[in-house]
């Protein structure tokens, strides 16, 4: 194993191609808490510094535009490599999982608490490669799994699907209150 013999060779060595884009984007959003920190805390007239509601938030958002600009200066200066726009496609791609769930939570008040996580689950074990019938199974028994502990031993209050008002009377308040 050979020896870095200098903290740039050591930079070098493991530095990220998209350390760029990163840095941007952590400054970009260090100034946009930064210019809203008026609007979100207030300065109490008579009160100690360290008492102060918007002392400690300013601290820390300061601190941020502070690292996060010295972040983005340091990558403006290093050297190039290759490989940025396929790092940061890498990262996006994360995002779709965000965007899986955001249906989720949508499609759960329409189809019901059981119904969104049993689809949930199945769509998400095909979106990863589980595509047999086992594995479909295994989903929809995962679900079925988290819903009764969810609402049956832990309690958890959700709102019931509108799926559930097309079901006879002794039907609907069951799924309402169990599913």
Excluded: N
């Excluded at 690292?67 to 190039?80: D, K, M, T």
């Excluded at 679900?143 to 079901?167: D, H, N, S, T, W």
Aim: net charge positive; proline share 5%.
């Amino acid at each position: 194993m050979s020896r870095i013999k200098t903290l740039q060779d050591l930079f070098k060595r493991y530095r990220r191609p998209g350390d760029l884009v990163f840095a941007l984007a952590f400054f970009l959003l260090s100034l946009l808490l930064l210019a809203a920190l008026p609007e979100q805390t207030v300065w109490v007239k008579r009160t100690r510094l360290f008492a102060q509601p918007a002392f400690w938030p300013t601290v820390a958002i300061g601190a941020m535009v502070v690292f996060s600009l010295l972040h983005l200066i340091g990558a403006l200066v290093s050297e190039r490599i290759p490989g940025r726009l396929a790092e940061v496609l890498y990262w996006v791609r994360s995002v779709e999982f965000a965007l899986w769930f955001m249906a989720y939570v949508a499609a759960a008040p329409v189809l019901g608490y059981l119904l969104s996580t049993i689809l949930f689950c199945v769509l998400m074990s095909w979106r990863m490669g589980y595509r047999s019938p086992r594995w479909t199974g295994m989903a929809v028994l995962f679900a079925m799994a988290v819903v009764i502990l969810f609402k049956g031993f832990l309690q958890v209050k959700l709102p019931a699907g509108l799926i559930y008002e097309g079901l006879p009377d002794g039907l609907r308040g069951f799924m309402m209150t169990y599913f």
